[in-house]
């Protein structure tokens, strides 16, 4: 834990990549406003109640590259992408949230190998995946959305 000073929002308290506001007396937890990608509806539903209890925003989740392509302006803070989805891989849309400065994570059955060079940086979790894998990848991503 370390406590941060943010010219916008005053002192902040950092656990394990999350952030936290101390607020009149409380703490308020900033929980991620997070897009999935993933045309397995037995794993969207999943990875959607792992990110759901953990206090995160589900702000939709989809299952094709067509329904991907037309909420990329949507407002959230990162995304969770199945390569292999309706309509072909999502590599395509991974290169337009890195263009929009939106992080996201791989979560596929696919191999890192298999990402075209530009994106083999990019955050990778292999399925079958733990609940814990998902959290902390999603809180990895918090760290670079703070505007401090």
């Known amino acids: 834990m370390r406590l941060r000073a943010c010219p916008h929002s005053g002192p902040m308290i950092e656990t394990f990549g999350r952030v936290?506001?101390?607020?009149?007396?409380?703490?308020?937890?900033?929980?991620?406003?997070?897009?999935?990608?993933?045309?397995?509806?037995?794993?969207?539903?999943d990875l959607q109640a792992i990110l759901e209890s953990d206090g995160h925003e589900i702000v939709d989740?989809?299952?094709?590259?067509?329904e991907a392509y037309l909420h990329l302006d949507d407002e959230f803070d990162c995304a969770l992408l199945d390569i292999d989805v309706i309509g072909g891989k999502s590599?395509?849309?991974?290169?337009?949230?890195?263009?929009?400065?939106?992080?996201?994570?791989?979560?596929?059955?696919?191999?890192?190998s298999d990402l075209p060079?530009?994106?083999?940086?990019?955050?990778?979790?292999?399925?079958?995946?733990?609940?814990?894998?998902?959290?902390?990848?999603?809180?990895?991503?918090?760290?670079?959305?703070?505007?401090c």
């Open 91 to 112: 590599f395509g849309v991974a290169e337009a949230l890195a263009a929009r400065r939106i992080p996201f994570v791989f979560v596929s059955a696919s191999q890192p």
């Open 117 to 147: 060079r530009t994106l083999r940086q990019a955050a990778f979790v292999a399925k079958p995946f733990e609940e814990q894998t998902i959290l902390q990848s999603v809180d990895h991503l918090s760290l670079g959305r703070l505007p």
């Open 20 to 45: 936290a506001i101390p607020s009149k007396g409380r703490v308020l937890e900033l929980g991620m406003r997070i897009l999935i990608l993933e045309d397995d509806p037995w794993i969207a539903t």
């Open 61 to 66: 989740s989809l299952s094709s590259l067509d």
